[in-house]
Each structure stands twice: as C-alpha cells, then as structure tokens.
C-alpha cells in the first residue's frame, strides 16, 4: 500500500500472503557493512540499503550486496538536508548520486530516500522526473541514538510490527551488536522478510 497523502512515497509495501516486513539500512556503505552482510546471510533475511554516494569506492563490498540479494537505493550525494536546495540543486545532487551508483555497480537505481526522511514537493518531482519510487518508514528503529543502550533498538523496532511495514536502521556499530536478537525477535512475531518489487 502506498502512503495516501503522498502517493509517491512507499512506506508500506504490498501484502503478500504471509506477513512480514522489509528491513532498510541508511548511510553507507560503512565499515561495518560486511558484519551486516553476514548477519543477513547466515539468517536468510534480504534488505535495502540507501547509500550516500560519495562513501561508495570500488573496493566497498558492493558486489557482495547485490549478490546475496540485496537493493542498493539513492540516500543522496552526502546527506545534505534536500528542503533546504533549490530544485535544480535537488536534482543535480539526487541524479549524480544516481549515477555514480549505477556506474560502480552497474545496477540501475530505482528507490530513494531523503536524508533526515526530509523532503518538499520539489524533491517528490524530483524523483518523479528521475524514475525513482520515494521510500520513508514506518518504523524507526532510533538506532541512531542508542549507542549506549542497544537493546532498545529492538524494542523500537518490535513493539508496533504490522505486515509490510519497512524499518529503519541504518549502518552503525550498535545496530550490528543486535541485529542478531532483532532478527530473532521479528521471526517469534510471526514476520518474514521482503524487499520491495524492482522495477523491470
């Protein structure tokens, strides 16, 4: 389903017949990328990773992430706060983070995500203008303020799990500690794990 108020914007994916949800992970690629990618590997479960181009270097394991089954979306150039650029800024910054991606991976981009989830009507057209399906949350999972005290990450993550509901994490050492146990605690709630169709 997507959001009524923007129909641009994905933040529910389509039900399928058993339920589940999709996990995302924002601000890549990191250092701690490939303990995320064996994590998801030994437990099965696929994911949709929003990089900011600029961190992307040929020597990252992007292979890896396309291999194992994952999506690699747009999260900008470098995270800048889009509601604060014109349209045409908006757009050269999106449509060369595009580009970049697709040049070092040789993957076409189909999802983005605003950084800060920030975005204005000129970003919406901006992704409209550039074939890109605008993906949000329904979930935050706060990790990114959680540091000291990981096990509430799960907690974020878990106490409010509806069918396709897509969860917000993002690459940081703390979400790594748990994403075992958040796995875990997802699957006893009787969810699966799905991506977002790609586009042909």
Same mark, same amino acid.
């Given at each position: 389903?997507?959001?009524?108020?923007?129909?641009?914007?994905?933040?529910?994916? $389509?039900?399928?017949?058993?339920?589940?949800?999709?996990?995302?992970?924002? &601000?890549?690629?990191?250092?701690?990328?490939?303990?995320?990618?064996?994590?998801?590997?030994?437990? &099965?479960?696929?994911?949709?990773?929003?990089? $900011?181009?600029?961190?992307?270097?040929?020597?990252?394991?992007?292979?890896?992430?396309? &291999?194992?089954?994952?999506?690699?979306?747009?999260?900008?150039?470098?995270?800048?706060?889009?509601?604060?650029?014109?349209?045409?800024?908006?757009?050269?910054?999106?449509?060369?983070?595009?580009?970049?991606?697709?040049?070092?991976?040789?993957?076409?981009?189909?999802?983005?995500?605003?950084?800060?989830?920030?975005?204005?009507?000129?970003?919406?057209?901006?992704?409209?203008?550039?074939?890109?399906?605008?993906?949000?949350?329904?979930?935050?999972?706060?990790?990114?303020?959680?540091?000291?005290?990981?096990?509430?990450?799960? $907690?974020?993550?878990?106490?409010?799990?509806?069918?396709?509901?897509?969860?917000?994490?993002?690459?940081?050492?703390?979400?790594?500690?748990?994403?075992?146990?958040?796995?875990?605690?997802?699957?006893?709630?009787?969810?699966?794990?799905?991506?977002?169709?790609?586009?042909?």
């Amino acid at each position: 389903m997507y959001d009524s108020t923007h129909p641009q914007i994905v933040t529910v994916r $389509q039900a399928q017949s058993e339920k589940s949800v999709v996990l995302s992970f924002d &601000d890549g690629p990191s250092k701690v990328l490939p303990q995320i990618l064996d994590i998801l590997k030994q437990q &099965d479960v696929p994911a949709m990773f929003f990089w $900011q181009s600029s961190l992307l270097y040929p020597a990252r394991p992007w292979q890896r992430v396309l &291999d194992e089954g994952h999506i690699i979306g747009t999260h900008s150039m470098k995270h800048r706060n889009l509601v604060q650029l014109s349209y045409e800024q908006q757009h050269q910054d999106i449509r060369n983070s595009m580009a970049h991606i697709e040049k070092t991976t040789g993957t076409s981009v189909v999802y983005f995500r605003p950084p800060y989830g920030r975005f204005n009507s000129n970003t919406l057209k901006v992704a409209n203008a550039l074939g890109l399906t605008t993906v949000m949350w329904r979930i935050a999972s706060m990790d990114w303020e959680l540091k000291s005290d990981p096990h509430k990450i799960i $907690q974020y993550a878990t106490e409010n799990l509806e069918d396709g509901a897509i969860i917000l994490l993002h690459e940081l050492e703390q979400t790594v500690a748990i994403l075992p146990q958040l796995i875990t605690a997802i699957k006893e709630q009787g969810y699966g794990f799905s991506l977002l169709p790609t586009k042909e």
